[in-house]
């Protein structure tokens, strides 16, 4: 499976994004990673039959995904500018729910997508 990242950009603080990952095929898990300068990688968001999120997203981004297109969504609303970083895709199909935010239980990462959020 590979996967594609897209929709990064600049938005203002209290703006929105909306990110997209296609799969090449089918996979159970697929989440959304992001690393700022000088920051380790840091879980966002998951869909694993449901939604799963980061404290510091929740109430603020939305995991979706459609199963007929292989695709996970990630619409990104109210913004912060701590919310800048390298946003990266991943998915994987041995995972258990334990392990989701962890990225070493990924199989497949896709390129990253830079979201910048200017104050």
């Known amino acids: 499976v590979q996967l594609q990242a897209s929709g990064g950009g600049l938005v203002q603080a209290g703006g929105s994004l909306r990110l997209s990952c296609a799969a090449s095929g089918r996979t159970i898990t697929m989440a959304w990673f992001r690393q700022a300068p000088g920051k380790d990688r840091e879980f966002v968001s998951a869909?694993?039959?449901?939604?799963y999120y980061a404290d510091s997203v929740k109430g603020r981004f939305t995991i979706s995904r459609d199963n007929s297109k292989n695709t996970v969504y990630l619409q990104m609303n109210s913004l912060k500018p701590e919310d800048t970083a390298v946003y990266y895709c991943?998915?994987?199909?041995?995972?258990?729910?334990?392990?989701?935010?962890?990225?070493?239980?990924?199989?497949?990462w896709g390129q990253g997508t830079q979201v910048t959020v200017s104050s």
């Open positions: 869909f694993r039959w449901r939604e």
């Open positions: 991943a998915a994987g199909d041995r995972l258990i729910v334990s392990t989701l935010t962890r990225g070493t239980a990924y199989d497949v």
